[in-house]
């Protein structure tokens, strides 16, 4: 089961430094961009996924094509993609070894939640991170 509680959300988001962005933009104007920006500013490393501007920088890290490119490990992958492309994002975010997947606002795809349930991951399906650390008031994480 996906999860849906506070307390469930808030250990996430508290045991969570390294997320990985698939569908991260370059355009300020879009969601993932300010979102991503926020999740740094929250202390959070975000590295950006998105195969149209690889080698690119977005807010100071290098785009990466997919998450099979990354060398670091994944604490999380915030999905934002549709929920149909989700599953592929998700069948990645195993093989790479994340802990956790977050499926963005208006992202459910419960086949893929399943299998990445059935993996060993957590997941979170239709909210945002952003919004979730405003409202539970969770305290900037701390670098290792």
Not at 14 to 21: D, G
Not at 40 to 67: C, S
Not at 95 to 118: C, H
């Amino acid at each position: 089961m996906p999860l849906t509680t506070d307390d469930e959300i808030r250990d996430l988001l508290t045991s969570t430094r390294t997320i990985a962005l698939v569908g991260a933009s370059d355009r300020p104007e879009r969601a993932s961009n300010g979102v991503m920006a926020a999740l740094q500013a929250h202390g959070y490393r975000v590295i950006p996924v998105n195969p149209q501007i690889t080698g690119e920088h977005i807010h100071g890290e290098f785009v990466f094509r997919d998450l099979s490119q990354l060398g670091d490990p994944i604490d999380m992958v915030d999905i934002f993609r549709n929920s149909a492309a989700a599953g592929d994002v998700v069948d990645e975010a195993i093989a790479a070894g994340a802990k956790a997947v977050w499926m963005q606002l208006g992202v459910v795809n419960e086949a893929a939640a399943a299998r990445a349930e059935a993996a060993g991951l957590e997941v979170v399906m239709d909210r945002c991170p952003k919004i979730e650390i405003a409202r539970l008031g969770i305290a900037p994480v701390r670098k290792a």
